[in-house]
């Protein structure tokens, strides 16, 4: 692919720095006639409030997921791996198209399409196929690094009476590791691409680890712009609810809902009080979100479904 580029006159190239993501470089690329790619680099210190440091070798694990996952993701779900630079932690891969919004920008903007949920659960049903990937993703440094440190550690010291909880979660991470978990399930790494299909996005914390802390993730996402678009608050509960039947039917059921319900708690809390809070939350909306997040630390229900209805009656008190 570089080599491809030889001739190319300069002014025919241009870049542009892409924002939104707080531990990497990242770059799209435009040359004249050709398809635009994306560059990315790792970062030593992470653009956060917080000092907040991972190792750069991370870029090398989502170069390995990518290609290790290609064949068992739907269609045009994944960035393809087009090059990589070791020396320098950069590498190129496909871009989605041209002005794609995230999910997240969608969402927030309080278009919510059940439909992407579902393509969520079928890319995340693929992570169950993957077993083949084990040996090469056997390793929880960087998981430790860029979660557990900054989102339960972090946390769990400015709420030192539900430190035994984020503690489980931890444990939980360590040892109910049953599958490939990307760790950043999260709306912000999908790009929705035109007639609505989804382009999944950073996978350098993918690990073999605890799937029920994925699903964690991204339901946490839902039900926290549920505080700040109150409104919308049944529609991202739909959506949430799409995803988590969708992903039940495609991997199996009991043990996945117990882990995401360990962590579902932690998960909100942490993005209130830990290193990497969610920036669009309103300072009441901080306040709601941390009652919530305690009450559901202590007081999990038995399913997903009772956790948005515990929510929906937050706002009737």
Request: hydrophobic share 45%; proline share 4%; glycine share 6%.
């Amino acid at each position: 692919m570089v080599a491809d580029w030889a001739g190319v006159p300069f002014d025919a190239v241009s870049a542009e720095e892409l924002t939104g993501g707080v531990s990497n470089s990242v770059y799209r690329v435009r040359v004249a006639g050709r398809e635009d790619v994306i560059l990315k680099q790792s970062l030593a210190k992470l653009r956060v409030k917080e000092d907040w440091f991972s190792d750069r070798a991370r870029i090398f694990k989502e170069i390995d997921a990518l290609r290790g996952l290609a064949a068992l993701a739907p269609t045009g779900a994944l960035p393809k791996v087009l090059f990589e630079d070791r020396r320098n932690y950069l590498f190129g891969m496909s871009a989605a198209e041209e002005m794609a919004p995230t999910w997240k920008e969608e969402l927030l903007a309080g278009r919510v399409d059940t439909g992407l949920a579902a393509q969520a659960a079928e890319l995340h049903a693929a992570f169950f196929a993957a077993a083949s990937l084990r040996e090469k993703f056997d390793n929880l440094d960087l998981f430790e690094q860029l979660r557990l440190e900054p989102y339960y550690r972090f946390t769990a010291e400015r709420h030192p009476d539900l430190a035994r909880y984020f503690a489980r979660a931890i444990e939980r991470c360590r040892e109910e590791r049953r599958g490939m978990t990307h760790g950043d399930w999260s709306p912000k790494n999908f790009l929705v691409n035109p007639g609505g299909r989804l382009f999944s996005i950073d996978y350098e914390v993918m690990h073999w680890g605890d799937p029920g802390f994925d699903v964690a993730f991204l339901l946490n996402h839902l039900l926290l712009k549920g505080w700040h678009r109150s409104r919308d608050r049944a529609l991202y509960a739909g959506a949430a609810l799409t995803y988590w039947k969708r992903l039940s039917e495609l991997a199996s059921g009991d043990r996945l809902e117990a882990a995401t319900l360990c962590h579902l708690g932690c998960l909100h809390l942490a993005r209130v009080d830990g290193k990497s809070p969610a920036e669009y939350l309103r300072p009441a909306e901080q306040a709601q979100a941390r009652r919530f997040a305690r009450d559901l630390i202590q007081n999990a229900p038995p399913t997903v479904a009772e956790v948005f209805e515990m929510q929906a009656e937050a706002f009737h008190e």
